[in-house]
């Protein structure tokens, strides 16, 4: 299902110019060595662009479509017409200079097992480089000494002869093609891609850019053992997968890794998105939807296109139109040492996702401080909200970050581990964000539970409610200012003592709190004093005689939203009174 997807969108994006044919693909390529007839290096020439990449301004190496590289982890193998340093000159600055050899010499085989007899004066040129080139002299070349310690960074090389790189000579590019249709020795198999009959690739090309995974690239279908292996097929023949179905899934995920500004990140995974057709703009707005991505839309202008797509009305967005009947495909990628592990995948219309996400953030909807600047809470946001940010490793859990990005997706319940991840941060740090908050709500609207009804699940303070919880949680808040009011800049409020145990044994600490109110409100001034007393005896009322003993999970989360609600409805009273 995943590679049939994935080979359905190679074929969308070739189809459209964006990808190359089977044993072409793309690389970045930093440097262009200018060679004559003799194969003498007269130039290196940096094709390096300056892109915009955040804020930042970045010199990044040029993609180009060359031939298809070889897999190699820790083995020498060659590319064809470019690579390292260590390929192309023989030299590199890992201190090995007997392995730069042997990768030089490999190269030079392949080259001249490519090229040898091919009548094209670029492919004689590149010839007689690698037959005259002297990889021990190399660093002393004039062409290249300026250029030294970039090149030996790891920037890939080409060739360039008589004003025109190498993969663009026709006969060259002949002899690639024949080479590269010619190769593979894997025996005759039945495709699970496509169905047909060919020969099966026992390697598949690597997978790049995901977070993570090894930087030489990592495997997505891939056997490594006895035991996953079946009629003793090994690497990847278990799976059989014809060349060019390997070639069109590995192209085709690697081309989604590489357009790094749609590709989301959650938790280890990183979330790749997709349309049937090849439109980018779905990717984009997918982006900005989800991950609070950057957009020119206003987050007005987003709602009101979301709402369209949710009522099955195409929209206009970056000058596409966004039909919400298009098939579209989400995949979620986690690193697993040499290999990738498949965190999830969804495929629905694209108005189905859509219309989930809205269903998502209607739940999240409540009241916002006014510092903060998010209006709608992106996913990244409201993960952190799990997390102890002053510890080393900010980000959530990987099994919670997924499995909430699924539920939110196919608009099935939260995971409990989401709320268990916010109820820790409340108890260890005694605040209740806005994001924990709306995690609160939204989680308690997806998974009802009979101790927090919805009259407490509200955007802004309910208050008619006279669920004992909630109230609980409002006389808390009013306690805390009732203190900070007659002892402005204290340094420990009681949120910071009693908060936790407040919320779960409230007849041990509120009679000792009401107590500690009544001195508070004797050094307050008469105005104030009647103000909070009328809160104190109208909350009290709605409470009863008696404190309740102890307060279940599902009830503490009601005490958090009664807190949190009259906090910010005493702020924004505050602020409304400042700007009279």
Same mark, same amino acid.
């Given at each position: ?97 007997? /392995? ?164 989301? /990140? ?88 859509? +219309? ?199 009830? +503490? ?24």
């Amino acid at each position: 299902m995943i590679l049939q997807a994935l080979v359905e969108h190679y074929e969308d994006l070739a189809a459209q110019g964006k990808l190359a044919r089977p044993g072409w693909s793309g690389a970045n390529i930093s440097y262009a060595l200018y060679i004559n007839d003799d194969g003498a290096l007269e130039q290196a020439f940096s094709l390096k662009r300056e892109e915009e990449r955040g804020k930042k301004k970045v010199w990044a190496p040029r993609p180009m479509s060359l031939p298809a590289p070889v897999k190699r982890s820790s083995g020498v193998a060659s590319n064809f017409l470019w690579d390292n340093s260590s390929y192309i000159l023989g030299i590199d600055e890992k201190g090995k200079p007997q /392995r730069s050899m042997a990768c030089f010499t490999a190269c030079k085989a392949l080259h001249h097992k490519l090229l040898d007899g091919v009548d094209s004066p670029a492919a004689r040129a590149v010839l007689a480089f690698f037959d005259h080139w002297d990889p021990s002299k190399a660093r002393e070349h004039p062409a290249l000494v300026d250029k030294l310690e970039d090149i030996l960074a790891g920037s890939n090389l080409v060739f360039r002869y008589s004003g025109a790189f190498l993969q663009d000579d026709a006969l060259i590019r002949s002899a690639w093609q024949a080479h590269y249709d010619s190769t593979g020795d894997g025996p005759e198999l039945v495709c699970l891609v496509t169905g047909k009959k060919g020969t099966a690739e026992a390697v598949h090309p690597s997978i790049k850019g995901v977070s993570g995974a090894q930087s030489v690239g990592a495997a997505l279908v891939s056997f490594n053992g006895d035991a996953f292996c079946s009629y003793g097929r090994e690497q990847s023949l278990n799976a059989p997968t014809s060349k060019y179905a390997a070639f069109a899934y590995t192209s085709a995920l690697n081309h989604l890794l590489a357009e790094r500004d749609y590709v989301g /990140r959650i938790g280890d995974a990183t979330v790749l998105f997709w349309a049937s057709g090849g439109q980018r703009a779905y990717q984009s707005f997918s982006m900005a939807s989800l991950f609070g991505a950057p957009t020119t839309y206003s987050v007005s202008d987003l709602q009101k296109m979301a709402l369209d797509l949710c009522q099955g009305k195409p929209v206009l967005f970056e000058e596409a139109q966004l039909d919400p009947k298009t098939t579209f495909y989400i995949l979620g990628l986690s690193p697993n040492a040499a290999r990738l592990s498949v965190r999830f995948f969804l495929k629905n219309s694209f108005g189905a996702f859509v +219309q989930n996400v809205q269903a998502h953030q209607q739940r999240l909807e409540i009241v916002r401080p006014s510092f903060d600047k998010f209006e709608a809470i992106p996913l990244w946001k409201l993960l952190d909200e799990t997390v102890n940010q002053n510890s080393r490793d900010k980000s959530p859990t990987p099994g919670m970050a997924g499995e909430t990005l699924r539920a939110i997706l196919n608009d099935t319940c939260y995971p409990a581990s989401l709320l268990n991840g916010t109820v820790l941060r409340i108890r260890a740090e005694r605040e209740v964000t806005r994001g924990r908050a709306a995690i609160l709500k939204a989680y308690y609207l997806k998974n009802p539970h009979p101790d927090i009804p919805k009259e407490v699940l509200t955007v802004s303070l309910n208050p008619d409610s006279a669920n004992i919880p909630y109230t609980l949680g409002r006389l808390f808040s009013v306690l805390e200012a009732i203190q900070s009011s007659a002892n402005p800049g204290i340094n420990a409020t009681i949120k910071d003592k009693y908060f936790n145990s407040a919320s779960a044994t409230p007849s041990r600490v509120f009679p000792l709190l009401m107590n500690l109110a009544q001195k508070h409100l004797r050094k307050l001034d008469k105005g104030w004093s009647i103000s909070y007393s009328k809160q104190l005896t109208e909350l009290a009322g709605k409470l009863g005689e008696t404190f309740p003993d102890r307060l279940s999970l599902p009830q +503490q989360g009601a005490f958090q939203l009664g807190y949190y609600h009259q906090t910010q409805a005493r702020y924004t009273k505050k602020e409304e009174a400042e700007h009279v």
